[in-house]
Structure formats: C-alpha cells, structure tokens
C-alpha cells in the first residue's frame, strides 16, 4: 500500500490556458483566405460578429503541454481502481474498443441504403435478441441514447399501451432506493410520482405497494438489485399485485450485472426495463457519454416500440418503419451504433458461462470488501449485498471525522473514493463497488487504506479535515462550486475581471 507521504512525482498546477496566452503568440501558420476577398460583403451587417473573438494565443508546446497536464489530474481505470457504487462500472476490454473503430462500421455513412450495410443491420438485429435472451424478454429496442432516455421511452410506452385501453392513468409509484432518473422520467412522461417507503429490511414489501396500489396507478417503478445493493425479493408477488390491478412493472435494468446470467428480470414479472449498456456491457462510462439504453419489454408492449425496427427477411435484413401503434423514434438513425458494437462484442466474447462468471465476480469482490472491513465499519444493511456493499458514518464519526474526510483523504493514499451521501436512505452513505476485474491484492490494499485511515482520524482528525494534502487541487469549496459556478472567461491574462 501506498503511504501518502510516499508517493512521489512531479504534479503540475495547471492554470486555465487563457492566462497561458500572450499576443501574437502562434502554434500554427494557417494558409492565405482564398476565394473573394469581400465574401464578408455578403453577410448581413445584424449578423457580423462585433466584438474580437477572445482565443488563447498560445505556441504549440504551451497547447499540447495544458492538456496533457489536465489529463494527468484525470483519475482513469487505467490508473487504479474505481470504486464507485450505484454506477455499477465494469470493466470495458480494450479489444472492444479496436472493433468498433473497424472502418466498416466507424465510416459507415447513417443514409447508407440497407442493401449496403447488412452487416451492420445484422449485429443490429443479433444485439437485439442477446439482449432479450439475457434478461427475458421477447423484444428489445436499441435506440435510447442512455439509461435515463431507456426510462423515458420505457414510460412512454406504459402510457401508450394504458392509453390503448382507453385510460393512461396517473400514477408511477417508486420507492425510496430510486435512482433520481426514475421519478424525472415519469414526471417527463406526464406522470405523478407517488414514494413508497422500503421496509425495514432495504426492500420493497408487498404490503406497502397493495396500500396504495389501485386502477389510478400506471406502474410500479423499482431498480432491481436496488441502490443499496439489494436484491427485491418480494418481486414476482409485488408483480402479481401490480398486474390485478391493470399496473405494469418497470425495472430500472442499471444493476443488472449484478444477476446477469442467475436471474432475468423477464422471469421476474418485469414488464418493461432499460439496459445501461455503457455499464453492464463494456464501453467507457466517464466523461458523461454515448450512452445507450435499449429497452426490453414484453408482448403487451411490443407493437409500442419505437421505430424503426430492424427485422429479419429472407431477402436480408429490412427497417420498418410502419408500426401504427409505435410511440415513434426516440433517436436519430440507429442509437449509439459505436456503444452497440461494444456491447455485441462483448457479449460473444464472453459467451453466457463468462458473463454468468463476471456477475459472480463482481457479488464476490463486493461481498469480499464487506468481509475485510464490516469488523470495524458498521454496514448500513445486515443482509448480505450483491454487487456494492454500504457501510454507516457511525466508525467515522466516533473518530471524529465525516464520510467526506474519510473520501478525500484516499485521493492521498492514492485511491479514488467511494460513492459517498448516497443512497440518501443511509446517513453517510459509504458505498464502494470495486466491480469483477479487481484482483485480490488491490482489494486488500483499497481495505488496508481505509483502515489507515480509520487509525490516523482517531490520532488526529486535523489531518483528515483538511484532506487531500497530496494531490494537485486540495479540498474544494463544493458549496462555493455549487452556488456560484465560475463557467466563462471574461477576460485576458492578469484582468481584474474574475470569470463569472
Ligand atoms: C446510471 C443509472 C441510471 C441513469 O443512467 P444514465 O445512462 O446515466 O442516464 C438510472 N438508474 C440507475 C440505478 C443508474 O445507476
């Protein structure tokens, strides 16, 4: 294990490039304007720009130097793990990453004639029904563009298929343990939200969805395994429930590689649910995009899909796009092709006793973590979690110090921090979830510098409150950041001017 006073290196503390900038300085000498020389003459005068356009000048070391240097703050798979619950993160192969830049997909033009590209038209419609094999359900779409959109879609055809029955309905009921998306994306859909409080044991009991449930409710919408790592026992009897009702089922599909290849959602009495394919089927996830989140769904729902859909002729591969009770597209042309290559190659990768093994995997790093630490940090829930273990405030604050000093003061031990305040159920939330790729070794010594740590805040909390101490940027005003966001620069280098 790394102590902090052990780690070394040069850190650079980067401004913002503008105060880089000095006039007239150049990283490039750009050829003479062709073409006539007053085609400016043609742009309306309420159109020209008239203020100068403040660019940085700068010399092409002074460029390449600023964002390297920015990159090297970045932390990165490729650098140490990345413990962070509720995303559930997997590792993305690099092998996925070569295939979809092969130039048979990454230059396919999106009005290529269907005749032209069936390979793609194939790995399409194959993706398509891996998906559906995988989680149980007779048709999946691909568009969705991320897990929320997936939500958004997978709402609007509940409220499609309900207004066919000649009522849409008004209600959506979430639990507590809901991803803030869940409630956003039936609001969007014109839904209210009703919460239903999880039992004591973390879960969703029957009893509580049978009180408010009646023929104003549209559908239950529950994650499964849940945000605090749970699995929803009392699903096919909540289900049950739900459907004498007329209500449909919704799972929030975020966590599913936590069952992939033990449990399908479809078998489950799920209705309808959203894959997170840049979290349980390979692609690079930070950074915030492409996304893609295909949505599942059962017979019922089926003729509501968006179009088009891509189906198979003995002819070849056709889109169709007449679908009279289709919600309509959701997506220009065909998702977030680059995300659904990953996700194909992934999958054939891997075959169904692979991806069965990176879902055990990653239950047993979690449960393994929870094993080496839950002797001096109390966990949130007695029973056991699948794929992300919680643990309280309680050890941290009897030492004195908060789940935020505890976070930050693994940055200097060399360790991204947890998720942390959230979910919001558990006071402090401390919530790590070292996904299936971490190897023994990193896992103890991710456990050993909590428990460092544990040791130093009880010798001196001064150390932890103030922490990082060993990374480029110390403890930030998140407060500050939050309330007054400084997002434009307003002016040149040395100006009194603050970007505001
Ligand atoms: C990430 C996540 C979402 C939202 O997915 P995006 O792709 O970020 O839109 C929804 N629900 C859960 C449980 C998640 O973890």
């Not at 356009?53 to 932390?75: M, Y």
């Not at 590792?91 to 269907?114: I, Q, S, V, W």
């Not at 997936?150 to 409220?159: A, D, F, N, Q, Y």
């Not at 060399?414 to 979830?433: D, I, K, N, R, S």
Request: hydrophobic share 40%.
């Amino acid at each position: 294990m790394n102590r902090p006073d052990e780690l070394r290196g040069i850190a650079h503390r980067e401004p913002v490039i503008f105060e880089r900038s000095r006039p007239g300085r150049r990283g490039c000498s750009l050829p003479q304007a062709f073409g006539p020389a007053d085609s400016l003459a043609d742009i309306p005068e309420d159109l020209l720009r008239k203020s100068e356009l403040a660019l940085p000048e700068v010399d092409e070391p002074t460029v390449v130097r600023h964002f390297t240097r920015l990159s090297n703050w970045n932390h990165s798979v490729d650098v140490g793990m990345y413990p962070l619950g509720s995303c559930t993160m997997k590792y993305n192969p690099r092998l996925n990453e070569k295939l979809c830049r092969m130039a048979g997909f990454a230059d396919l033009h999106p009005y290529t004639p269907e005749e032209l590209c069936q390979g793609a038209l194939e790995l399409w419609w194959e993706l398509e029904h891996l998906l559906g094999e995988i989680s149980g359900f007779p048709a999946v779409t691909l568009q969705p563009a991320a897990g929320a959109h997936g939500e958004l879609t997978g709402v609007k055809m509940i409220r499609a298929y309900h207004r066919a029955q000649g009522n849409a309905r008004k209600r959506v009921l979430i639990p507590d343990t809901a991803h803030g998306t869940n409630p956003a994306s039936s609001r969007l859909a014109g839904y209210d939200v009703v919460e239903i409080e999880s039992g004591a044991a973390g879960i969703l009991e029957p009893a509580a969805v049978a009180q408010v449930m009646d023929d104003s409710v549209a559908a239950v919408m529950l994650t499964n395994p849940n945000t605090l790592g749970l699995f929803e026992r009392h699903i096919g009897e909540i289900a049950r429930i739900v459907h004498e009702k007329g209500g449909l089922v919704y799972c929030d599909g975020a966590n599913l590689n936590s069952i992939v290849g033990r449990a399908r959602p479809g078998d489950m009495g799920v209705d309808v649910m959203q894959f997170n394919l840049h979290k349980t089927f390979s692609t690079p996830h930070g950074g915030g995009g492409p996304g893609s989140g295909p949505v599942g769904v059962c017979e019922k729902l089926s003729p509501f899909l968006p179009v088009p859909r891509v189906e198979k002729r003995p002819e070849g591969f056709r889109l169709v796009h007449e679908r009279p009770h289709s919600i309509g597209r959701m997506k220009a042309f065909y998702g977030n092709f680059g995300v659904l290559i990953r996700a194909w190659a992934y999958i054939r990768e891997l075959g169904p006793e692979n991806l069965r093994r990176v879902c055990e995997m990653a239950v047993l790093n979690a449960n393994y973590l929870r094993a080496r630490l839950e002797k001096h940090l109390p966990v949130a829930r007695q029973e056991r979690s699948l794929h992300e273990v919680i643990f309280s405030e309680k050890a941290f604050e009897e030492a004195g110090v908060s789940t935020l000093d505890v976070a930050k003061r693994l940055l200097d031990y060399g360790f991204h921090p947890p998720t942390v305040y959230f979910p919001l159920v558990v006071h402090g939330a401390f919530m790590v979830e070292p996904t299936e790729t971490e190897s023994p070794e990193t896992l103890d010594e991710y456990a050993e510098a909590i428990l460092a740590i544990l040791e130093e805040a009880r010798k001196d909390p001064e150390i932890l409150h103030h922490a990082p101490h060993h990374t480029v940027v110390g403890r930030l005003d998140e407060v500050q950041a939050a309330r007054e966001p400084v997002l434009r620069w307003t002016g040149p280098a040395g100006d009194e001017a603050k970007a505001r």
